[in-house]
């Protein structure tokens, strides 16, 4: 059974900065596509950014330069590490992964940016 657990969420003010972790079980975070999506309030769900089995990044243009994802293989754990927020990256994010990044899902963590 595939397991993803976010977690580091919170209350952040604007330019400040939040690190999302998402602890994988039931998947090898190195072997598979893993990546982070957003859903705000009346939004359709978006991808942040996303690391292919291949080792490829892939970030939403609106993240570019702030946000930054990467893994840990020995502790099986996916991270977003993101930088100089704005109070638009309020949102609920969920960390998943599969061939196409879709099939497994976590249950979703809040980020709020105050300003």
């Known amino acids: 059974q595939v397991q993803l657990e976010e977690s580091g969420g919170g209350l952040v003010p604007v330019g400040g900065s939040l690190k999302l972790s998402c602890v994988a079980s039931?998947?090898?975070?190195?072997?598979?596509?893993m990546g982070w999506y957003r859903q705000a309030p009346g939004k359709q769900r978006e991808l942040v950014a996303s690391?292919?089995?291949?080792?490829?990044?892939v970030y939403a243009s609106s993240v570019k330069g702030r946000f930054t994802i990467s893994m840990d293989g020995a502790k099986n754990t996916l991270y977003l590490q993101m930088n100089s927020l704005k109070s638009e990256d309020t949102s609920v994010y969920y960390c998943?992964?599969?061939?196409?990044?879709?099939?497994?899902w976590g249950q979703g963590i809040q980020v709020t940016v105050s300003s």
């Open positions: 998943a992964a599969g061939p196409t990044m879709k099939q497994f």
């Open positions: 039931g998947i090898i975070v190195s072997n598979i596509a």
């Open positions: 690391i292919s089995r291949g080792g490829s990044f």
